[in-house]
């Protein structure tokens, strides 16, 4: 991403974890929004064309 040493999985995660893009631009100074995006684009690509990967479920607690 624009020669910065920001994987787009570190990104990504991120804003899964909960952090608004704003979050993510105010942690980390030298993105711009159009950063946050471009690994965005990025994480949407290469999920439509490799192949599914399944998720295991996880048991509550009640199956634990």
């Known amino acids: 991403m624009r020669g910065l040493r920001y994987s787009v999985e570190m ?4 804003l899964a974890a909960g ?3 704003d ?4 942690d980390y100074a030298d993105l711009e929004r159009e950063d946050v995006l471009a690994a965005l684009e ?5 999920t439509r064309t490799r192949s599914p990967v399944p ?4 048991p509550t607690r009640s199956e634990r």
């Not at 979050?23 to 105010?26: G, K, N, Q, Y």
């Not at 990025?42 to 290469?46: D, G, I, K, P, T």
């Open 19 to 21: 952090m608004t893009t």
């Open 42 to 46: 990025y994480a949407a690509l290469v």
């Open 23 to 26: 979050d993510v631009l105010a």
């Open 55 to 58: 998720i295991p479920a996880v």
């Open 11 to 14: 990104i990504v995660g991120s």
